[in-house]
């Protein structure tokens, strides 16, 4: 069983910063690569950041969000600063990783929610 979950959401106002953590644990031999989506509504999912030997980030938030990963505790973080209303969405981890059974799957967290709004 692997459970992968969120904390650090939250009410901020615009230009304000959060931090994102997610913690992947269980029967865990490896992780590939973990990342941040988010879903403001009405909106599909779409990939914020992801990180493995290197990052990838949506145009939309480069310069102002950084992920980093601590891969002694298995956890990702999202660093949010500079936030802006369009920021509103549900964020959620996820992670490529490999099972003590031997198989990689995908695992994502049960979501937070971040609002930027005055």
């Known amino acids: 069983q692997v459970q992968l979950v969120e904390s650090g959401g939250g009410l901020v106002q615009p230009g304000g910063s959060l931090r994102l953590s997610c913690l992947a644990s269980g029967s865990i031999v490896s992780i590939y690569a973990m990342g941040w989506y988010r879903q403001a509504p009405g909106k599909e999912r779409e990939l914020v950041a992801r990180?493995?030997?290197?990052?990838i980030y949506a145009d939309s938030v480069k310069g102002r969000f950084t992920i980093s990963r601590d891969n002694a505790k298995n956890t990702v973080f999202l660093e949010m600063i500079s936030l802006k209303p369009e920021d509103t969405a549900v964020y959620y981890c996820?992670?490529?990783?490999?099972?003590?059974?031997?198989?990689?799957?995908?695992?994502w967290g049960q979501g937070t929610q971040v609002t930027v709004s005055s």
């Open positions: 990180i493995t030997s290197g990052t």
């Open positions: 996820y992670a490529n990783l490999k099972r003590v059974a031997g198989t990689w799957a995908e695992y």
